[in-house]
């Protein structure tokens, strides 16, 4: 199916473990986005990347890691989960351009517990 | 750096025009967003503005102002599923000029 994809939708772990957030999208879409989303504080970026093989910290990448080695994928993978890293985990994409909004995936509720 | 804000909550009437407005602080604006999101699920797109003006969609309609840092979300005739919170996002020139910055959103109820 056309759209955007994340993996899981709901995901427990213990702290200390790794986890991946997986993303993917089938539009071939330059740009794609990782957000989290906690209360009080809105969505905030984590990391993004521009195209495969390029990608650059957000506002808060700390404890996180990002690859892209197709354009399609995106994950995201919490090296050491902590619980401050509890929280809705949104994953988006766009073509790039003027006028261009994200399209965001369902979203992923990590649990660390 | 950038800053948004967004009233956190108001409650209108089923039927009525509400207006939720929105202010930013940006270096480098290139567009603002709104989307609104459900409990629950993903933000979805509303609208665009990067000009000064209103663009009217429907029953939705965006101000921007950007001598000021002001936008505006105009609902006309609400129903009761409009009920959500409304993102309002600024697009920044740096970093390619794709990443938003999301205000802390408004939470809107629509009473019968």
């Known amino acids: 199916d056309a759209g955007i994809t994340q993996s899981p939708r709901y995901k427990i772990t213990e702290t200390g473990r790794q986890v991946t957030l997986m993303c993917h999208q089938t539009?071939?879409?330059?740009?794609m986005f990782w957000y989290r989303q906690d209360l009080g504080h809105g969505l905030r970026l984590i990391y993004y990347?521009?195209?495969?093989?390029?990608?650059d910290k957000g506002e808060v990448p700390d404890g996180y890691v990002v690859s892209r080695s197709k354009t399609e994928n995106f994950p995201l993978t919490l090296e050491s989960a902590t619980r401050s890293q509890t929280s809705v985990y949104f994953c988006?994409?766009?073509?790039?351009?003027?006028?261009?909004?994200?399209?965001f995936g369902s979203g992923t509720r990590l649990t660390v517990v | 750096g950038q800053n948004i804000d967004q009233p956190t909550e108001m409650t209108a009437t089923e039927g009525a025009i509400v207006q939720i407005n929105c202010t930013y602080q940006?270096?480098?604006?290139?567009?603002l967003f709104w989307y609104q999101q459900h409990a629950g699920e993903a933000p979805t797109f509303l609208s665009y503005?990067?000009?000064?003006g209103l663009e009217e969609k429907g029953r939705f309609s965006s101000f921007l102002s950007r001598s000021k840092g002001y936008s505006y979300l105009l609902l006309k005739e609400l129903q009761m599923k409009d009920s959500a919170s409304y993102l309002c996002?600024?697009?920044?020139?740096?970093?390619?000029?794709?990443?938003?910055?999301f205000g802390p959103g408004t939470r809107l109820s629509v009473l019968p």
């Open positions: 988006a994409s766009s073509p790039g351009g003027a006028g261009y909004g994200y399209t």
């Open positions: 539009w071939s879409h330059s740009y």
């Open positions: 990347s521009a195209a495969a093989d390029i990608t």
């Open positions: 940006t270096s480098g604006f290139n567009g």
């Open positions: 503005n990067v000009l000064d």
């Open positions: 996002a600024v697009r920044d020139r740096e970093n390619y000029g794709q990443n938003f910055v």
